[in-house]
């Protein structure tokens, strides 16, 4: 699902992404490609894995093999404490991450595009949060993407940021571009 993300108004535009989608699966390169995007910033939490698991659904590791086989460029930007397990993934799926103040700072966003040597219209960030992943991308004028949540269980601040969202979301319907 695409949105007309001129024609929110401001206050809600901020928050609008350019594609809603189910699963990372239904990201194809070449979709990105003929927008001029080459590159990925990912978050990690119930985008790539479930919270806190270290188990990357089969449909999501063949996604990023994918990916990379098309040549993008790839890297995590995740708000995760645990900085093992984002380093153990990291190297499992040869992508790299940056570090930083929470998303939607845009510290963290502007080092990983630092780090792929890409400009912020040449990159998509993907992420299942409207408050952080999004946001943080529109700060920056980056391609955003907007996952369903791979799995219901997550932080218990996010459960009560996912009642503000579906209240964004209807807000949204409007600007929605049909199929
Ligand atoms: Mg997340």
Same mark, same amino acid.
């Given at each position: ?5 001129? $024609?929110?108004? %401001?206050?809600? !535009? !901020? ?11 239904? /990201? ?8 001029? /995007? ?9 985008? /790539? ?11 999501? #590791? $063949?996604?990023?093999?994918?990916? +990379?086989?098309? %040549? ?8 995760? @404490?645990?900085?093992?397990?984002? +380093? ?6 040869? =992508?790299?991450?940056? @570090? &930083? ?16 040597? *890409?400009?912020?219209?040449?990159? #998509? =960030?993907? %992420?299942? +949060? ?6 943080? &991308?529109?700060?920056?004028? /980056?391609?955003?993407?907007? *996952? ?28 929605? *571009?049909?199929?």
């Amino acid at each position: 699902m695409r949105f007309r993300k001129d $024609e929110p108004p %401001g206050w809600l !535009r !901020r928050w609008c992404p350019d594609e809603h989608v189910q699963s990372v699966a239904e /990201i194809t390169p070449e979709h990105l490609q003929s927008l001029g /995007i080459h590159a990925l910033l990912l978050d990690l939490d119930n985008t /790539i894995t479930p919270w806190r698991s270290h188990k990357v659904p089969l449909e999501v #590791a $063949e996604w990023i093999k994918r990916m +990379q086989a098309a %040549g993008f460029k790839l890297c995590f930007v995740s708000n995760t @404490r645990n900085l093992g397990r984002l +380093q153990w993934l990291s190297e499992q799926l040869g =992508i790299p991450y940056a @570090r &930083g103040p929470m998303k939607p700072r845009r510290t963290m966003l502007r080092r990983a595009l630092e780090m792929l040597d *890409v400009e912020p219209q040449q990159t #998509a =960030i993907v %992420g299942d +949060q409207l408050f952080t992943d999004v946001w943080g &991308g529109n700060r920056l004028g /980056i391609y955003t993407i907007w *996952v369903h949540p791979m799995h219901p269980r997550e932080f218990i601040g996010t459960k009560v940021s996912r009642q503000v969202e579906r209240w964004l979301l209807k807000r949204l319907e409007p600007y929605r *571009v049909d199929k």
